[in-house]
C-alpha cells in the first residue's frame, strides 16, 4: 500500500462528463444522470483500500444525511483489475449491497474518468456546485487507520453545509485526501 496524497483540482473547474456503468443496476450513469440540484460529490474508492474501507460506513451514512437536501453522490472504482481482481465488478456490486450504497458505483475500466477528475488516490473527493464547477476537493475528514481520530467526515460535511447555506466553502477544509494509489495499467 502507497499513501498518495490528492492532486486537488483547481477550484471552478467544470466536472468532466463521464458513462460509465453502474454496477449494481447494470445501467449506463452519466453527471447529468447523477447530478444533485444543490450539489454533486464524485468520489473515487475501491473495495480493498484500507482508507476506503476505514471510513466508507460513514460515507454512506454522510450520503443518506444529505441526498435529501438535493445533493447527488456517485463512487466510482477505477482500479486496473488485472492487478487488483478485487476491485472488479462483480465484486463491487458485492460491495456496494453489502454497504448499503444509496448511490451508483461506477467502474472505470479504460481509466479515463479518473484522469479526467485528476484522481490520484482512493478515497479522492470531489464536489461540484449546482453548476457543475469544483467548489470542494480534499479530504472526508483528519481520521486515518491507526490514527485514533474518530470518524466523522467533517471537511466533507462543513462543505456540503457551506453549500446548501450559499457560502463559499472555507479554505481551511480543502486539505488533500489521502489513501492507496489508483491502480493503474500498465502503459
Not at 2 to 23: H, I, N, Y
Not at 86 to 98: I, L, R, Y
Not at 109 to 122: M, N
Not at 125 to 152: H, I, L
Request: with cysteine.
Amino acid at each position: 500500500m502507497s499513501l498518495t496524497d490528492s492532486t486537488m483540482m483547481p477550484l471552478g473547474k467544470k466536472a468532466p462528463a463521464f458513462d460509465l456503468p453502474d454496477t449494481v443496476s447494470g445501467e449506463q450513469k452519466t453527471f447529468a444522470d447523477i447530478a444533485g440540484p444543490k450539489a454533486t460529490v464524485v468520489m473515487f474508492i475501491c473495495n480493498h483500500c484500507p482508507y476506503v474501507l476505514h471510513l466508507i460506513d460513514e460515507v454512506v451514512k454522510v450520503a443518506e444525511h444529505f441526498q435529501p437536501q438535493g445533493i447527488g453522490f456517485v463512487a466510482i472504482s477505477s482500479n486496473d483489475i488485472s492487478t487488483r481482481p478485487e476491485d472488479g465488478p462483480e465484486q463491487m456490486q458485492v460491495f456496494a449491497e453489502s454497504r448499503g450504497f444509496t448511490f451508483p458505483y461506477l467502474y472505470d475500466e479504460s481509466q479515463e474518468v479518473a484522469k479526467a477528475y485528476d484522481a490520484v488516490c482512493t478515497p479522492d473527493f470531489f464536489v461540484f456546485d449546482a453548476d457543475g464547477k469544483c467548489a470542494y476537493r480534499g479530504q472526508f475528514d483528519e481520521s486515518r487507520p491507526k490514527n485514533g481520530v474518530a470518524v466523522t467526515g467533517a471537511e466533507l460535511r462543513a462543505s456540503l453545509d457551506a453549500i446548501l447555506e450559499g457560502d463559499m466553502i472555507p479554505g481551511d477544509v480543502q486539505v488533500p485526501s489521502q489513501g492507496c494509489s489508483i491502480k493503474w495499467k500498465a502503459a
